[in-house]
């Protein structure tokens, strides 16, 4: 064998080494895709399944996606080959011939990512973005929380929540679709080892590359988290409103001292002047009292707020003007049996205070949410 074919084969060995580390999914990009793979799950479980006290594991998984998310966009740009957007093959070209290898039964190992599956990672990436950009609309406009509370309307974050649901829907979907490509793709078409890859890497790279990778990783996972931080902290709830001491002690001798917000003015003023029929009770109050808890409510009714139960409570109007009348609440409620009600800690339906933490502040979050101990679930 002459010289020219000796460097010829060394040549072909070393193109043949740098394909094998270029298949390799580095240890970053296999942190990633697990750890995206288990905040996606807790999101979806905790969105679909769990009850709505379970909001903070939920919005905690949402940080961790956005975090994943910042960390693969600095990764897609500088990571390894197989890694990188610009390494995609995402042209029609591309497409037709993998499709075509694909009919033919003609499909040697990849390098990387194929047309399909880069097409999907993409669509993965789209739907997470969507996701977590929606999700953090509608925490800080329905909730108040987040690094956008009080920064968006809560109307518009429920339209927002509209988009947030179906792209929940179509991320299932999608990773239903991808599971399926995978398992084809790794047990019943071709035999590529994908999954295994994906758990342990593949081909060179070597300890040296892999340790650094994993601190590249552990630097981009510290400063996204530090960002995280920032941000969640950012969203610092409004200050509480302040209830009059005639208020607190003339109503609350009676029931729960309900914030303004869950009626509207002109509903206050209603129920103010019927006090000698007061849910089938009489109030007896001094004029100077009455009028002083009336300006109270009315001047703090339900349209000075931008919360969610001020708009799916305090506005709803009913005959009754009992706030357990309205849709939103018998919706809420539908599922929690009577005797809970009935329940020593809570003593009636009115008795907000029962079961929400923060009933005196009017934001009702979901997390503040807890059934008395020992009470029926």
């Known amino acids: 064998m002459d010289h020219a074919h000796v460097a010829a084969s060394q040549a072909d060995g070393a193109d043949q080494a740098a394909d094998r580390q270029d298949t390799t999914w580095d240890l970053p990009l296999r942190l990633f895709h697990w750890s995206m793979a288990g905040c996606v799950v807790v999101a979806l479980v905790t969105g679909f399944l769990a009850p709505p006290w379970w909001l903070d594991v939920h919005v905690y998984a949402g940080y961790g996606l956005c ?3 910042g960390f693969r966009l600095v990764w897609g740009l500088v990571g390894s080959r197989a890694s990188r957007f610009d390494n995609f093959p995402l042209s029609v070209s591309d497409l037709r011939r993998f ?19 880069a097409w999907m990672i993409l669509l993965l990436l789209a739907l997470l973005t969507v996701r977590a950009a929606s999700g953090l609309v509608v925490l800080g406009g329905q909730e108040k929380q987040g690094p956008l509370g009080g920064l968006i309307q809560f109307q518009s974050a429920q339209a927002v929540k509209q988009i947030h649901e179906i792209a929940a829907w179509a991320l299932c979907g999608a990773v239903g679709v991808h599971l399926a ?19 342990a890497g593949h081909g060179g790279g070597g300890r040296g590359a892999t340790m650094f990778g994993g601190g590249i990783f552990a630097a981009l996972a510290v400063a996204l988290t530090g960002a995280g931080v920032l941000l969640a902290a950012a969203g610092a709830p409004s200050p509480a409103l302040r209830f009059p001491p005639l208020y607190q002690s003339e109503c609350g001798a009676c029931h729960a001292v309900y914030h303004p917000s869950l009626r509207l003015g002109a509903t206050w003023k209603r129920l103010m002047d019927g006090l000698s029929d007061h849910y089938g009770e009489e109030v007896i109050l001094g004029d100077e009292a009455a ?16 919360t969610e139960i001020s708009w799916r409570i305090g506005r709803e109007n009913t005959e009754s003007m009992r706030m357990t009348d309205t849709p939103y609440w018998k919706r809420r409620h539908r599922d929690i049996p ?40």
């Open 181 to 199: 490509g995978v398992a084809a793709h790794d047990e019943v078409l071709f035999k590529h080892p994908v999954l295994r890859r994906m758990i």
């Open 99 to 117: 499709l075509t290898k694909l009919r033919t039964g003609a499909m040697p190992p990849p390098a990387g990512h194929n047309p399909v599956g």
């Open 338 to 377: 009577n005797v809970l009600f009935r329940w020593r800690t809570v003593g009636a339906k009115i008795n907000c205070d029962g079961c929400h933490g923060d009933a005196a502040t009017g934001e009702y979050a979901d997390q503040r949410i807890g059934l008395p101990k020992g009470a029926p679930r």
């Open 291 to 306: 009028a002083a808890i009336a300006m109270f409510l009315e001047s703090n009714g339900a349209e000075h707020f931008d």
């Open 67 to 69: 975090l994943l998310l």
